[in-house]
């Protein structure tokens, strides 16, 4: 079945670890995207790809970086984790079409402590 | 101003009613129209997309989009508990940059 896998789906990790939050999808998408989401507030894009070896940054000055190596790998990376990066982490993907949608992961709640 | 906006809310209703959710966009160029529905602590699920002017059914939900006023509206026909959620309304521009552009939100409480 297409779709679009998060892993892990909850995570909570110490003051200056490395992590990396990846991300799936089995739809053959070339558009590929990193929201971040705190609780009741809006969705904020931090990175895009419109396809392999390609990457941006969003709207949203985010201390991650993110690789586009394969067309349906899209991981994003904190070099050293903050408790401010505490926050939902949501991927999402799209086929640049006419009728293009966005379809979402199931999200990385992401607790630094 | 924002690109897309709606109201917070939280908006409630009883159960079997109708939910009347509104969204306003200031980009002309934008072609094409969606609303998600997010529950608490989960990821933004499709519900509904609109390209054109008119209306869009689909179950309980019907999309409303008219372009020259630049609304976009979302009814949920006889609501019930399990409705309970915030409403995302988002737009997709054109095939360029970040092209989906979400707004805020409309937190809407279906009541027993």
């Known amino acids: 079945e297409a779709d679009i896998y998060q892993t892990p789906r909850y995570l909570v990790i110490g003051t200056g670890k490395k992590i990396t939050l990846e991300c799936s999808q089995t739809?053959?998408?070339?558009?590929m995207y990193w929201y971040q989401q705190d609780p009741g507030m809006e969705l904020h894009l931090i990175h895009y790809?419109?396809?392999?070896?390609?990457?941006e940054k969003g709207d949203l000055s985010s201390e991650s970086t993110v690789s586009r190596i394969r067309t349906e790998h899209f991981p994003l990376t904190l070099e050293s984790a903050r408790p401010s990066h505490t926050s939902q982490y949501l991927c999402?993907?799209?086929?640049?079409?006419?009728?293009?949608?966005?379809?979402f992961g199931s999200g990385t709640q992401l607790s630094v402590l | 101003q924002k690109e897309v906006e709606q109201n917070s809310g939280p908006l409630s209703v009883p159960e079997g009613a109708i939910a009347s959710l509104n969204c306003t966009y200031s980009d002309r160029v934008s072609q094409s129209f969606f609303w998600y529905r997010q529950y608490s602590g989960k990821s933004p699920e499709l519900i509904m997309s609109i390209y054109s002017n008119g209306d869009k059914e689909d179950g309980r939900f019907t999309a409303q989009l008219n372009k020259a006023s630049q609304y976009v509206s979302l009814l949920i026909r006889d609501s019930q508990p399990s409705d309970s959620a915030t409403y995302l309304c988002a737009i997709r521009r054109d095939n360029y940059g970040q092209n989906f552009v979400f707004g805020p939100g409309t937190r809407l409480s279906v009541l027993p």
């Open positions: 739809m053959g998408h070339d558009k």
């Open positions: 999402a993907s799209s086929e640049q079409t006419t009728n293009e949608k966005l379809f």
């Open positions: 790809s419109y396809g392999v070896n390609s990457t």
